[in-house]
Each structure stands twice: as C-alpha cells, then as structure tokens.
C-alpha cells in the first residue's frame, strides 16, 4: 500500500511548518524521513498515525482518504523511542493488546503473539514484566507489538536512540529483515543518518518543513543536491566554486576555488552559491611537491586515530578539508603540522545553496 501526502499545509504559533507539502512513499518500501530535529519529520509520522490533523491537505492509503479517520481505525503499527509497554501487563499480554483490540479471541490472540515472539528471540520471555527486561529486548516486544496485528502501515518514531552502539546495530538489522519479511509499507523517522543509510530503499531528507531531496541510500550520499542535504548526510567537505574556466583536455569542466582549481565530471550548472562536495574518503593525501588541477596544498592541523580509520584536518585556503584514510593502507602516519597535498576526486558534487 503507498501512501500519499497531498498539498499538506500545518502552522504552530502562527509560523507555517508546511507549505503545500506533497509526498508519495511507495508501498512495501522501507522509507525513512530524516533530519534534524524540529524539521517536522515526527509531526509527518504523527499525521500518518492519526495523532496530529493537517490544517490543510489530504493524507491517502492507497486510494483512500485517511485524513479524518481516527486512530484505530487506521490500520496502523507504531513503535515508539520510549517502547510503550504497559509496565503491569506480561510480554505476552502486552503484545495480544492490539489483537484483543481487534476482537481476536483469547486463544487465537496467544497463538499469534506467542508465534511473533518467537520471531523476535522472546518467546521464553512471554511470562515476564516488561521491567524485567533489557532495553534491546523492550524494543524487540514493542515491535511484535505493532507486527502481531498485520498493519497496513508500519510507523517507527525513532526506536533505537535510547539503545547503545551494539545494540542498535543489532535491532536494526532484525527490524528490516521482519519489514522485509512482512512486505509492508515502513516509514522509518531518525536524525541519524547511519541508521537512515544502513536501512533504507528510501530516504527523505527534511530541512524547517522542506523535502529537499528524495532517493536511494546511494544517490543520497553520492549525489546529494544541495549543501544542506552534502552537510547533513555524510558531513562533505563543502569549497566555494568562484568561477568555471575552460575545461581540461580531457574534457573535465575545471572549477576555480579559493584553494586552487579542482575537476569535475560533475554536469550540473554553476548557481550564485554553489560549492563543490567532497567525501572526506575520497580525498587523497599527496606529498607536498608542484600543485597540478586538482591538487590543494595544506597543512594537517588535526589527526584522529579511529582504529580501521585514521582522520585527518587539513587547513587550505578554501578552510579546513577533513580526510579519511584507512589505517592499513597507509604508507606512512603523518604528523599534526605536516604539509601535503591533497588530491581532489573528479566525482565531486556541484550542489545548491538552498
């Protein structure tokens, strides 16, 4: 089932949050709303549970307006940062709820929660208090919760920012083989962008009530449009373009910058404000010697050892350029005040100002 925002338009405090909002999330896609807080990605979440009305505009399942229908008659799943959980009711119990709900019969509601307990690594835990249990393990019932009852629509409001490191690692992957498995229509809501990246078909990226880009994990990262979505995802290296000279000999377009002249590959048009982006993995460190196009002198100011990654801050004329090497592959460490060269790929992005 897709899903569709249409002309949506909400005020809080007499400012507008969204202005003719549209937005189509394909069915059975996992679709994440990504960005920073106070964008509106969880008040998007909340109109598609039913929790929050748009002072304009329609909201479709499908082919059916949902706009005015209340929440549980939506046919909705959430899963929530907090997990949700009643604290005086079992695992099990707490998962039959929304079955119950529904008018399923004692039995066949057991039989379906025990069965999605399993799914998740918790039927042994049936028995138990919530409070009993882990925080990764509160989430795993949270999620059975909101599977057990076949929603049309699966909504996930940032479940794994109260979770450690491995934990989330974990709980992500166990979350998108179950959306996969179910096939149903996930819209997935994080300021993370590893999580947004790790596992998604697609991603939204939200700025102050603004979509300013949609499209695969990959074409998000390695083509993003403007330099908020550069920034945001992936924190690019981000160089003010000045102007465009002839193209190289090659046929490179060769682009002026306060650091030197770098090459691109890269067809879209030059715009007041337009900077290059560039992968802090894709820049390369050269020993110093005669600058060439696509070469930027610096000095390293900063080195950061990261185990498999080592990162280094490389002050130039155009600010500082973050560099990541992996670790093994380097010749030799350099050294805080080290000059070098750092050599530009010609798969830098031209991105927008807006």
Not at 95 to 109: E, H, I, K, M
Not at 327 to 339: C, M
Request: charged residues 20%.
């Amino acid at each position: 089932m897709h899903v569709s925002f249409e002309s949506i338009h909400q005020t809080y405090g007499g400012q507008s949050l969204f202005k003719q909002l549209d937005l189509v999330i394909p069915s059975g896609k996992f679709f994440t709303l990504l960005g920073p807080s106070g964008c509106g990605k969880t008040t998007l979440l909340r109109m598609l549970g039913g929790f929050v009305r748009p002072d304009g505009g329609r909201i479709l399942f499908g082919g059916d307006d949902v706009t005015d229908i209340p929440v549980h008659r939506r046919g909705v799943g959430m899963v929530f940062q907090d997990y949700a959980l009643f604290p005086d009711r079992s695992v099990l119990a707490n998962v039959c709820y929304g079955l119950a709900a529904r008018n399923v019969s004692r039995d066949a509601a057991a039989d379906r929660a025990l069965a999605m307990l399993e799914r998740v690594g918790l039927k042994a835990y049936a028995d138990r208090a919530p409070a009993a249990l882990s925080g990764g393990q509160r989430q795993r019932v949270a999620m059975a919760r909101a599977l057990v009852i076949a929603p049309r629509l699966l909504l996930l409001d940032e479940p794994l920012s109260a979770l450690d490191v491995k934990l989330r690692v974990e709980l992500r992957s166990m979350i998108r083989d179950l959306q996969i498995e179910a096939g149903i229509t996930t819209v997935f809501v994080t300021h993370d962008q590893e999580e947004a990246l790790a596992m998604s078909d697609f991603i939204a990226v939200m700025d102050r009530g603004r979509i300013v880009q949609i499209g695969s994990p990959g074409e998000i990262y390695t083509r993003p449009r403007t330099v908020f979505a550069a920034d945001f995802v992936g924190s690019a290296n981000l160089i003010p373009v000045t102007e465009e000279l002839a193209p190289d000999a090659d046929g490179a377009r060769r682009l002026a910058t306060p650091a030197g002249v770098i090459l691109t590959t890269h067809d879209a048009p030059l715009q007041p404000g337009s900077r290059l982006a560039i992968r802090s993995e894709e820049v390369s460190l050269i020993d110093t010697g005669p600058a060439a196009n696509g070469q930027v002198a610096g000095t390293i100011e900063h080195v950061e050892f990261r185990g498999s990654v080592t990162g280094y801050t490389v002050r130039t004329a155009a600010g500082a350029i973050r560099v990541d090497v992996w670790t093994a592959q380097q010749k030799r460490p350099r050294a805080r005040g080290e000059s070098v060269m750092l050599g530009m790929p010609r798969t830098a992005q031209i991105v927008e100002a807006g």
